[in-house]
């Protein structure tokens, strides 16, 4: 009698195999797909770099406040960043840092440059209040004392070129626009950087690209905080850092914010205007993206258990599949696994071929395209702890201050929602 089982078990493996293969190749043909999207959109990405100086009637003189918060930012770049906001070759602006109650010398750093910059306006950051985060609380400090038309957005650690500020304005005016927002060179040394920025920047042009964000018929808006231009009125109409004070991804929330009250949103590619090293090394971006991902997934359980599965199913299992497989065949198991391995391999190929272009694209080193896999298991990792650690209250800290945590009494906000109970971030 038992041996009546061993042709439907045989029969069973075959047809395991067969959906295993099938499955393999259909993921194969879907990252051939993606490979050719990737290359498209690189192909078409066009660069907003430094404008020329011309000897014609120049454009109204339209003040610009930059505001920069600044929270223990002594071991990073602060002097070189500042410096290069006040050597912009744009008239007239004024630089308005906000030191938001830094534990370092922070606040002594910028006091000294404002002794020989009289553009340097330097804010001692008051306790965040009931409500608020600490970055939009810093914001707000700094826009209750601007005296622009326009103000620019920015951080503590983003290097702008001298014509940054004059080339956005002139874009600006030029087209019409409302707000401008740059995208970054993103600068990376150490081997978690470069693994991790590719894997990162794909996943927001594949999944925002650029030219949707900027058709004013489309929903989509995206910002970088790091250089968001914004005309003073706009940000007033949708009530300046107030409608965000509890964003841990304020950039985001206000440029949905504008663009749904009808201001005109622009994202451009900048690598020649500005640039900035988001994160040093691997303990910043496990905890800076922890801070940032749940949010990106709006806060959304279904969002984040739907990602994780294809990520882990579409971009990691491949090439565990094909190790299984290699593993396997080499050592004379019975089944398909030759046909799962090609396959498998196959895509594990297209992966590295896709993300070979993206890192020679980013500067990268091409080679770092072999530890795509590795990237996509990180991704999924932080986004597991951030989920985790918002939605269980323990919350995610940040500059040595916890947000989204159960003892501050903060709920994250979804669009079109407020949050039910007060935020602090201490």
Same mark, same amino acid.
């Given at each position: ?5 061993v ?14 293969v099938?499955a ?5 043909g ?6 050719l ?8 990405q066009?660069? $907003?770099g430094? /404008?020329? %100086?011309?000897k014609? &009637?120049?454009?109204?003189?339209q003040?610009?406040? +930059?505001?920069?918060?600044? *929270?223990?930012?002594?071991g990073?770049v $602060?002097?070189q /960043?500042? %410096?290069?906001?006040? &050597?912009q ?6 630089? +308005?840092a906000v030191?938001? *109650?830094?534990?370092d ?18 804010v ?12 939009p609380?810093?914001l707000?400090?700094a ?12 951080d503590?650690?983003?290097?702008f ?10 874009f ?9 927002t740059?995208?970054?060179?993103i600068?990376?040394?150490t081997?978690?950087?470069?693994l ?25 808006a ?11 009125e706009?940000?007033?109409?949708v ?24 201001s005109?949103l ?13 994160y ?24 984040t258990?739907?990602s994780?599965i ?11 599949v094909a190790?299984?497989?290699a ?15 090609l396959?498998?391999a ?24 072999l ?30 201050r ?10 994250p ?9 007060p935020?602090?971030?201490?």
């Amino acid at each position: 009698m038992a041996h009546s089982w061993v042709p439907f078990s045989n029969m069973f493996g075959l047809i395991t195999f067969d959906v295993l293969v099938w499955a393999a190749w259909v993921g194969a043909g879907a990252w051939a797909l993606l490979a050719l999207i990737t290359l498209h959109r690189l192909r078409r990405q066009q660069r $907003l770099g430094p /404008a020329p %100086r011309t000897k014609e &009637a120049p454009l109204p003189a339209q003040l610009v406040s +930059i505001l920069v918060p600044a *929270r223990n930012e002594e071991g990073r770049v $602060l002097s070189q /960043a500042i %410096r290069s906001m006040l &050597a912009q070759d744009y008239r007239p602006f004024e630089v +308005i840092a906000v030191n938001d *109650r830094s534990t370092d010398a922070t606040g002594a750093i910028l006091r000294a440059i404002a002794k020989a910059e009289d553009k340097l306006i330097v804010v001692d950051g008051t306790e965040t209040p009931a409500g608020w985060l600490g970055k939009p609380h810093a914001l707000q400090q700094a826009l209750d004392v601007a005296r622009g038309e326009w103000v620019l957005a920015t951080d503590a650690d983003m290097i702008f070129h001298e014509a940054a500020l004059r080339t956005t304005m002139e874009f600006a005016i030029a087209g019409s626009y409302d707000a401008v927002t740059l995208v970054p060179r993103i600068e990376t040394r150490t081997f978690w950087e470069r693994l991790f920025a590719p894997i990162f920047g794909w996943f927001m042009a594949i999944g925002m690209p650029i030219e949707r964000i900027n058709n004013p018929r489309r929903r989509d808006a995206v910002a970088v905080g790091g250089f968001f231009l914004i005309h003073r009125e706009e940000l007033a109409r949708v009530g300046d850092y107030h409608a965000v004070k509890a964003e841990v991804a304020e950039d985001m929330r206000m440029a949905q914010l504008l663009k749904q009250s009808g201001s005109r949103l622009r994202i451009e590619y900048a690598p020649d205007l500005a640039s900035t090293r988001m994160y040093d090394g691997f303990a910043e971006i496990w905890e800076g993206f922890t801070k940032n991902f749940f949010a990106g997934m709006q806060f959304s359980l279904l969002k984040t258990i739907a990602s994780t599965i294809a990520v882990l199913f579409c971009m990691i299992a491949p090439l565990v599949v094909a190790i299984v497989s290699a593993i396997a065949w080499t050592s004379g198991s019975q089944g398909r696994w030759l046909d799962l391995l090609l396959a498998t391999a196959t895509i594990w190929l297209m992966q590295v071929l896709t993300f070979s272009a993206v890192n020679s694209y980013a500067e990268v080193p091409i080679f770092y395209s072999l530890t795509v896999s590795l990237g996509f298991l990180l991704f999924v990792a932080i986004l597991i702890n951030s989920t985790f650690r918002i939605a269980s209250g323990r919350g995610v800290v940040w500059k040595g201050r916890k947000i989204y945590d159960r003892a501050s009494a903060i709920y994250p906000s979804r669009p079109g929602q407020r949050s039910r109970r007060p935020a602090t971030d201490d």
